[in-house]
């Protein structure tokens, strides 16, 4: 079983997906603690609905980030966490924290990257016009919303969207892609070679999507 350890600041529902995930029989890891930088995260109540042990450390009860990060690492450490994945969690990791963790430190982004970084995804897409958007879920790297991508899934921009509807849909998406990546990764599958990652067994759909079609 693998051991994670799930980053969160706010809602929480990729947190709840991947705690239900965790829970059907035969699933290959396990969430040992969850984390939030805000007290009053809504995803703290599923971390206990769940009885996961989840703890609250505050950035803004450290002097600098460095030692927010330690205090981060210290309790990751001490539920013998061996990966970690960033669910909506809203503070820039400095190099030490991202490169302690290389390879074991896992993030979603609500875009398909590297398009549309950054906060505000689902407002840019629908300024650019782009007909496709979706998730991705990728190891962390120093540059925010970079690294290897160990999956995405796409979903159809629709006209009329408004942010709003975009980010329910692709929140769907991120619903089954964040456990899927989970599973890759906890079956030792994942592996990354020059930055890029190699899914070993996965199978992938060899047809086009159109939007519109
Ligand atoms: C998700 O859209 C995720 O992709 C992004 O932050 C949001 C978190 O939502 N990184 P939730 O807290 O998991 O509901």
Redesign the pocket.
Known sequence: MLKVGVL??????????LIEACATSGFPAQIACVISNKADAA?LGHARAAQIPAHVISHRDYPDRAAFESALDSKLDEHGVQLVC????MRILTSWFVDRWRDRLV????SLLPAFPGLH?HEAVLAYGAKLTG?TVHFVRAEMDHGPIILQAAVPVLDGDTPDTL?AR??QA?HLAYPAALRFIAEGRVNVYEEKTFVTGAAAGDKALFNPS
């Open positions: 969160i600041s706010g809602r929480g529902s990729n947190l709840l997906s995803g960033l669910a909506g969690f993030n979603i982004h609500p995804t998730c980010a692709v929140l991120e």
